[in-house]
């Protein structure tokens, strides 16, 4: 018997942590035992994506707290982790990214010297604080871990480069593809909210800590002059429950015309908000992934990303928070349709919806 642990707490964790989850339950014959742990770091959106993929949690640490600081979130965790892996005993933790739930997780997991299998490793900016904690959290991660499942071959020189040795990295794609494949083969649909009838559809995700502030009032300033400029366009902006985001977003952008400040989607939602989309304007992650998978051309807007593949084969562009940047580049795809079929069309180079299947046959060749 092989008792495999995952570990995530986070809405972008259980969406790439889903099909990992599933695909060890169907292994149940073959000796493996799944457990689930989340932490709580996202509460609702956490929950929501868990019913999506039909997961239920085997331990529930409800760490959530409004507004709690990092500080107050790695005390709790370390400790909650630590009883709840003891108490388990597993052969193996697996967690994902670079989140502090994925931190925490494979530093008590080291301290009951249980293996850690990191899903999605070796992404790197090379700035200790951008994205921050993210960036030191996945280094720290690489340090603990034992399996290193690298998405892409960049990822894997990021590891090698570090001096982590070729044995423990593994070249499996990433399960964010494999997540939203099985979304869009499910048959659905929802309600916008408004109507769309023929306009290009913008959608905006911006959320991270550091655009708080002015970064993320030039950003949602930068979106009028889009759409006052462009009446072809509409713009979504699915506005993150942070109050940091939220008060910025809303006071900005509330009672603009073709401007749409909505509240959080759910996953399923978000896909197949996407997947009728333009193109998309975020600072996110996981959408710089998912997006090309659908054929959109994503805006980045962040000064660095650890996704630097997408932007070398074409699918995805750095354009920073600078207010002329955003405007120009984003009115260079809605008017050049060749300029837009070039990102549209490239290679996506994030997988082919196959990385769950590797990751849990390396674990299975290994432990089992």
Known sequence: MIKVLSIFGTRPEAIKMAPVVKELEKHSSDGVKSIVCVTGQHRQMLDAVLSWFDIKSDV???LMEKNQSLYSLTSKAISALAHAINQIKPDISVVQGDTTTAMVASLASFYEKVPVAHVEAGLRTRDRYKPFPEEINRRLVSVLATYNFAPTQTAIENLLSEGFPE?????TGNTVIDALLMTV?????MDLGFPLNGEKLVLVTA????????????ICNTLIQIANRNPEVKIVYPVHPNPNVQSVAYSILSDQERIYPIEPLEYQELIYLMDRSY???TDSGGLQEEAPALGKPVLIMRNETERQEGVEAGVAKIVGTDPENILRETELLLNDPEGYARMSKATNPYGDGRASERIVRI???RLG
């Open 60 to 62: 529930d640490l409800d």
């Open 167 to 171: 044995e423990s990295i593994f070249l």
């Open 185 to 189: 083969k499910r048959e659905w649909a």
């Open 207 to 218: 959320h991270r800590r550091e655009n708080f502030g002015d970064p993320l009032k030039n």
């Open 279 to 281: 193109l998309v304007l």
């Open 363 to 365: 674990i299975m060749e």
